[in-house]
C-alpha cells in the first residue's frame, strides 16, 4: 500500500510517503521554500516525496491529513462563544477565512497537488485523522516497542492537548486526554511570549536560558497559573491568559503577577528573565512527570514512546530517563506537527490493511525511522555543478584523505560546514547537515554563536559521541540518536572554579570553562547528547573516530547547518550560500572540500 501524508496549515508543513511498511521519505516544507516554519501547503516536500520513490499521484492508494478541520473550527466556535465579546476582532478576521479556505480544504488539498504535474488524483482518496492519533501513530509505529505506553503534549490538536494512550502490535488506544484550554504547550508557550520570544520558535530559547536562572517563581506558578491533580492531569486559570481569545498568548493579570510587563524583543536578558525561564521550565518537567507517572499506572508498560511539540523538551525528557518509571523510552525525532505527516501515513495504512504486518520494519533493536535520514541527497555531479556555478574553489578527496583533512582542520579549531547523504527529518542536524566544532576549545561556543549562527549568546550547543564512548563522558545509559535527551556530563571531567568563577551568575557565567569538553557543556553542567552508531550513520562515524584518533576524544560540536531566523541547509546551494556569508572555516559537501581563505 502506498500513503502519502500531510500536514500544514498551522506551522511547521511536511509530507511523508509510506510504502507496506516502509518509510520512504520524509521532509519539511520550509527546507525547499527557505521560509522557517512554513505553514502553506507542503506542495515541495510532497512533490520531493513522489519524485523520491519514481511514483505519480495516480499510484498512490491514499491521501492522508493529519487532522480533521472541522473538529477545529468546531473548537474555535465553542471558545469564541465562551469567552465573549472578548476576542470578537480575532473571531472577525479568523471565520471568513476558515468559510473560504480551511472549511474546503479537502477541495484544496486535492487542487494543490494536481498541481505538482505528476499525474493525478481524486477526491476519494483522501482521509482526514485525528491530530493526537497522528502524534501517537508516529510515535509508536517507527518505535523498536512491540507495546508500549504513548503520550502525546503539545499546544493542541482539535481539542486534546495531552492525550495517554497504549500500542500494541498494529492497534493504538487513546486512554484519555486534557482538553483545550489547558494545554502545557501553550502554558510553555505563553512564557516564550512573556520573556518576549517568537511562540512557536522560542521555546528552544527559554529551555536553553532556564539553567541561568533560579526557579524562585515555579511555587507561584504552581499556586496560581496551574492546578496539577493527583491523576496528572492539570488545569490552567485562564483569567491569566489572552490565547483564548485570539488576542496575546497572555495578558495584563498575568504580567502584574510577576511585578513586570512583558519584554520587549529588543530588550537585554536580565536576571529576572532567567529565572521566569528557569522557573517555568521546573513547572514543566513536573507536569510532564506526572502525567507519565499516570501513563504507566494506567497501562503498566515498560516501554514509553512520546510525541508532540512538548517531546522536543530534552531536559524533562532525560528526568524521564533517569527517574522513571519507565524501563525504556524512545521519542519521535520529528516530535512536531511535521512527524504527524509520517505518523497520518503510517495509520492509514496499518488501519486499512486486514492482513499481514504493517508497522515499519525494525531490526536489532533499531527504529525504523532510517536515523531520521529521509530527505533528498545530491551526488558527486550535482555538488560539482553547483561549485563550478558558483565559482568555488575546492579540491575532491578519497574518504581517507577526506576523514584525515577534516579531523586535522577540527582539532585545529577550525569551523566545518558538514553536508552529507540524505537530509535528516525534524528539527535536528543529526551529522547530515552539520556545522562542526571542537568542543576542548574554551572559545568554540562564543564562536559559533557570533560568527557562525548569529543567534543569542547564551544558546548552548550539543555533543555527537561515538556511542561506545557515551558513559565515558556523559551520565547517560541508553541510546539517544537524535539528540533528544539532556544529560549531566560526569563529575570527573568537571573542572574546579576560580573564587570569582563560581560566584557569578546569569549571563557573566556564559565564559566560564566548566570542563574539559567546555563548547558542549551547559552553565548547569549538562549536554543534549546525540549518540552515534556504524548503523546510524557511518560517515559521521568515521569522522567521529577519526578525531579520537588525533585529539583522544570521539566527541563533537554538533549544530545544525543554519543561521538564526533561517531553516536547516537542504541543497548545496544554501550550503555554499550560508558558507560564504558566515565565518565558517571550511565547506564539506560530499567528497568535496572548501577552505574559505581559498574562496
Known amino acids: 500500500m502506498l500513503v502519502l501524508g500531510l500536514s500544514a496549515f498551522y506551522h511547521d508543513s511536511a509530507a511523508a510517503l509510506v510504502r507496506d511498511g516502509e518509510i520512504i521519505a520524509a521532509a ?16 515541495h516536500a510532497a512533490a520531493y516525496c513522489l519524485r523520491e520513490a519514481g511514483l505519480k499521484l495516480d499510484d498512490l492508494d491514499a491521501i492522508a491529513f493529519y487532522d480533521k478541520p472541522l473538529l477545529t473550527f468546531d473548537r474555535l466556535l465553542e471558545t469564541y462563544l465562551a469567552y465573549a465579546p472578548l476576542g470578537f476582532t480575532s473571531f472577525a478576521k479568523a471565520i471568513p477565512v476558515w468559510v473560504k479556505e480551511k472549511l474546503l480544504q479537502k477541495s484544496l488539498i486535492v487542487k494543490a497537488l494536481n498541481e505538482l504535474n505528476l499525474g493525478h488524483i481524486g477526491e476519494e482518496k483522501l ?7 497522528s502524534h501517537a501513530a508516529a510515535a509508536f509505529y517507527p518505535s523498536p516497542f512491540d507495546d508500549a505506553a504513548i503520550v502525546i503534549m503539545d499546544g493542541v490538536g482539535e481539542w486534546a492537548t495531552t492525550s495517554i494512550g497504549v500500542g500494541k502490535g498494529r492497534n493504538i488506544e487513546l486512554l484519555k486526554e486534557v482538553r483545550f484550554p489547558h494545554s502545557l504547550g501553550l502554558l510553555y508557550s505563553a512564557f516564550t511570549y512573556y520573556l518576549g520570544f517568537k511562540v512557536n520558535d522560542g521555546e528552544y530559547k527559554v529551555m536553553g536560558l532556564a539553567p541561568y536562572g533560579d526557579p524562585r517563581f515555579a511555587k507561584q506558578i504552581m499556586k496560581t497559573l496551574v492546578e496539577q491533580k493527583n491523576d496528572g492531569s492539570f488545569k490552567l486559570n485562564m483569567s491569566y491568559f489572552g490565547y483564548t481569545t485570539g488576542l496575546t498568548m497572555t495578558n495584563a493579570k498575568f504580567a502584574d503577577l510577576f511585578g513586570a510587563p512583558r519584554r520587549d524583543p529588543a530588550e537585554p536578558l536580565t536576571d529576572f528573565h532567567m529565572d521566569i525561564a528557569r522557573s517555568v521550565q521546573a513547572v514543566a518537567e513536573e507536569l510532564v512527570m506526572g502525567v507519565c507517572r499516570e501513563a504507566h ?13 512538548v517531546a522536543l523538551n530534552c531536559v524533562a525528557n532525560g528526568r ?16 512536531g506537527d511535521a512527524g504527524s505527516a509520517l505518523g497520518i501515513a503510517l495509520a492509514v495504512e496499518n488501519i486499512a490493511s486486514e492482513e499481514g504486518p504493517k508497522r515499519p520494519a525494525t531490526t536489532g533493536g533499531q527504529d525504523a525511522m532510517r536515523g531520521s535520514y529521509l530527505g533528498p541527497a545530491y551526488c558527486d555531479d550535482e555538488i560539482k555543478a553547483v561549485l563550478e556555478e558558483s565559482g568555488a574553489v575546492y579540491s575532491h578527496l578519497d574518504d581517507t584523505a577526506l576523514m584525515d583533512a577534516v579531523s586535522t582542520a577540527l582539532a585545529d579549531e577550525n569551523v566545518v560546514g558538514w553536508f552529507q547523504g540524505r537530509m535528516e527529518f525534524g528539527p535536528r542536524a543529526l551529522g547530515n ?14 564562536t559559533l554563536n557570533m560568527k557562525i549562527k548569529y543567534r543569542e549568546s547564551f544558546r548552548p550547543f550539543a555533543p555527537a559521541v561515538l556511542r561506545q564512548d557515551a558513559e565515558r563522558y556523559f551520565d547517560i545509559k541508553c541510546e539517544s540518536p537524535y539528540m533528544l535527551i539532556v544529560a549531566p556530563v560526569r563529575d570527573e571531567h568537571h573542572l574546579a572554579l576560580q573564587i570569582d568563577d563560581a560566584a557569578k551568575r546569569g549571563l557573566e557565567s556564559l565564559n566560564v570553562t566548566r570542563s574539559t569538553l567546555p563548547a558542549i557543556t551547559h552553565v548547569d553542567y549538562s549536554a543534549r547528547v546525540q549518540t552515534v552508531t556504524p548503523e546510524s550513520n557511518k560517515r559521521f562515524y568515521d569522522l567521529l573516530t577519526a578525531f579520537k584518533k588525533r585529539t583522544g576524544d570521539g566527541v563533537l560540536v554538533n549544530t545544525s547547518f543554519n543561521v538564526r531566523d533561517e531553516p536547516i541547509v537542504c541543497t548545496p546551494e544554501d550550503a555554499y550560500r550560508c558558507f560564504m556569508a558566515t565565518e565558517m572555516d571550511m565547506l564539506v559537501l560530499g567528497n568535496f572540500v572548501l577552505r574559505k581563505p581559498d574562496q
Open 297 to 309: 499506572r494506567l497501562t503498566g508498560a515498560k516501554n514509553l514512546c512520546l510525541a508532540g511539540g
Open 433 to 446: 547537515r552539520s556545522i562542526l566544532g571542537s568542543p576542548k576549545s574554551p572559545s568554540m561556543q562564543r
Open 28 to 43: 519539511q516544507e520550509e527546507r525547499f521554500t527557505r521560509k522557517k516554519n512554513d505553514a502553506d501547503f507542503p506542495s
Open 320 to 335: 524521564l530517563v533517569r527517574e522513571g518509571p519507565f524501563e525504556n523510552i524512545w521519542i519521535q525525532p520529528a516530535s
Open 127 to 133: 482521509m482526514f485523522g485525528y491530530h493526537h492519533h
